[in-house]
């Protein structure tokens, strides 16, 4: 997972994520998800897309054993987005 991570933020370190992402997540807009209602922010990523995030952080362990809170893409656990 944090391999994802650093792909996915520019490979920084864990916990430098983390802490980036608390930062900004204060004044992310929250949404709705159009395929099962749940609620979801937008994040911009490293190659400029948007994705869609879930609400509640979720533990993270990374390859060098550090944990930390991060938000997992919505699309990973939105049941009914798995069956469009």
Do not use: Y
């Not at 997972?1 to 650093?6: D, K």
């Not at 802490?19 to 911009?44: L, M, P, S, T």
Request: proline share 2%; with cysteine.
């Amino acid at each position: 997972m944090a391999n994802f991570f650093r792909k996915l933020f520019g490979g920084f370190s864990a916990s430098r994520i983390s802490d980036e992402f608390d930062r900004e997540i204060g004044g992310a807009q929250v949404a709705r998800c159009k395929f099962c209602g749940r609620k979801i922010i937008w994040k911009n990523i490293k190659n400029g897309k948007r994705w869609p995030l879930n609400l509640s952080k979720t533990v993270v362990v990374d390859d060098e054993g550090n944990v930390f809170e991060g938000f997992l893409p919505h699309f990973k656990t939105c049941s009914k987005w798995r069956d469009k």
